[in-house]
């Protein structure tokens, strides 16, 4: 339906050419605008109901109290697996987890994963690659997020989380105390969750729309085949280059993986596309201009270099198996 909206703006209401990169990037644009936002208010409006029957505090007071031996990182990556999110919308459900108060590695560890393996990826590379490759992609990706979020979080780096996300976790936990200790009922509760579901969108909305118009413009601009020259089998640093180069983009796995299709034609080696596919859907400029508004650039440059550095390792990797 969102789809539908936005090719009617696009294509018929100003009347673009379906064929022009105007078009495409402002199709673009619109579609991800409206689902973002979208899924923004539904997630911070669900998660501020489960705050208030099941108070995340006391899941991070769980955590803070009990030794998992690095069992959260693995579950929170799980999770990440099967949440159906790109990069960008996996970001208010890792507001939610933060504004809770949820040890920051273990949210890493759903940021990562989750917009690298979903079911709709694992099916298109299945029917792709087939199964012995969907199977390495998939349990790399899940590895690839429980050790990033194992690794951040033991550089404890919540004292750079930005002042508004801060701010917001104080009056999570003020506002928690005070319905439980007074048994406000749910319907009394209602009107707080949406006024601060609303604060909550109000206050990323620009950087949403700055960070997608950023990955419109990569996504309708750069021109067809502009990276299979950077990575041939025979440049030692491909891999590199090929993350290096992935980062301006943004689109899902499933918006992906058909490229690495043509790239692998063309002789591009497995490793070297599945590692730009990986820095294209886990890495991108939209969302680290989404992410400013959660954290501060130090922090957010930590955690890109960190993910950056264990998806290059991993397409050498790949190379040496596959």
Same mark, same amino acid.
């Given at each position: 339906?969102?789809?539908?909206?936005?090719?009617?703006?696009?294509?018929?209401?100003?009347?673009?050419?379906?064929?022009?990169?105007?078009?495409?990037?402002?199709?673009?644009?619109?579609?991800?605008?409206?689902?973002?936002?979208?899924?923004?208010?539904?997630?911070?409006?669900?998660?501020?109901?489960?705050?208030?029957?099941?108070?995340?505090?006391?899941?991070?007071?769980?955590?803070?109290?009990?030794?998992?031996?690095?069992?959260?990182?693995?579950?929170?990556?799980?999770?990440? *697996? !099967?949440?159906? +999110?790109?990069?960008?919308?996996?970001?208010?459900?890792? &507001?939610?987890? @933060?504004?809770? #108060? /949820?040890? $920051?590695?273990?949210?890493?560890?759903?940021?990562?994963?989750?917009?690298?393996?979903?079911?709709? *990826? !694992?099916?298109? +590379?299945?029917?792709?690659?087939?199964?012995?490759?969907? &199977?390495?992609? @998939?349990?790399? #990706? /899940?590895? $690839?997020?429980?050790l990033g979020g194992f690794v951040l979080g033991?550089?404890?780096?919540?004292?750079?989380?930005?002042?508004?996300?801060i701010q917001l976790q104080k009056q999570s936990?003020?506002?928690?105390?005070?319905?439980?200790?007074?048994?406000?009922?749910?319907?009394?509760?209602?009107?707080?969750?949406?006024?601060?579901?609303?604060?909550?969108?109000?206050?990323?909305?620009?950087?949403?729309?700055?960070?997608?118009?950023?990955?419109?413009?990569?996504?309708?601009?750069?021109p067809e085949g502009f990276f299979e020259d950077?990575?041939?089998?025979?440049?030692?640093?491909?891999?590199?280059?090929?993350?290096?180069?992935?980062?301006?983009?943004?689109?899902?796995?499933?918006?992906?993986?058909?490229?690495?299709?043509?790239?692998?034609?063309?002789?591009?080696?497995?490793?070297?596309?599945?590692?730009?596919?990986?820095?294209?859907?886990?890495?991108?400029?939209?969302?680290?201009?989404?992410?400013?508004?959660?954290?501060?650039?130090?922090?957010?440059?930590?955690?890109?270099?960190?993910?950056?550095?264990?998806?290059?390792?991993?397409?050498?990797?790949?190379?040496?198996?596959?």
């Amino acid at each position: 339906m969102i789809q539908g909206f936005a090719d009617w703006l696009v294509y018929s209401l100003m009347g673009l050419d379906t064929s022009s990169r105007l078009a495409s990037a402002l199709d673009f644009f619109f579609y991800d605008s409206i689902k973002i936002l979208i899924l923004l208010f539904v997630i911070s409006f669900v998660m501020g109901i489960v705050n208030a029957y099941f108070p995340v505090e006391r899941l991070r007071n769980y955590l803070a109290g009990h030794r998992l031996y690095g069992l959260q990182y693995l579950l929170a990556s799980l999770f990440g *697996a !099967v949440t159906p +999110f790109c990069s960008c919308s996996s970001i208010p459900l890792f &507001i939610g987890f @933060v504004k809770g #108060g /949820i040890p $920051l590695g273990v949210t890493f560890s759903f940021l990562i994963t989750s917009p690298l393996v979903n079911e709709v *990826a !694992v099916a298109m +590379f299945l029917g792709t690659f087939g199964l012995k490759i969907t &199977i390495i992609y @998939v349990a790399s #990706g /899940i590895l $690839l997020g429980t050790l990033g979020g194992f690794v951040l979080g033991k550089m404890r780096l919540e004292g750079l989380l930005s002042h508004w996300v801060i701010q917001l976790q104080k009056q999570s936990d003020a506002q928690t105390e005070r319905w439980e200790t007074a048994h406000v009922r749910f319907l009394k509760r209602l009107s707080d969750i949406v006024h601060d579901t609303w604060n909550i969108v109000r206050g990323v909305i620009v950087y949403v729309l700055i960070g997608i118009a950023i990955g419109a413009g990569m996504h309708g601009y750069i021109p067809e085949g502009f990276f299979e020259d950077f990575m041939s089998a025979d440049n030692l640093f491909a891999i590199p280059l090929a993350v290096v180069l992935a980062v301006p983009m943004y689109a899902n796995a499933a918006g992906i993986i058909p490229v690495i299709e043509v790239f692998v034609a063309k002789g591009v080696p497995l490793g070297t596309a599945i590692a730009f596919m990986m820095a294209v859907v886990g890495l991108s400029l939209p969302e680290a201009t989404l992410l400013k508004k959660v954290m501060t650039w130090k922090l957010i440059g930590i955690f890109f270099g960190t993910v950056t550095l264990f998806i290059i390792l991993s397409g050498y990797m790949f190379n040496m198996m596959l």
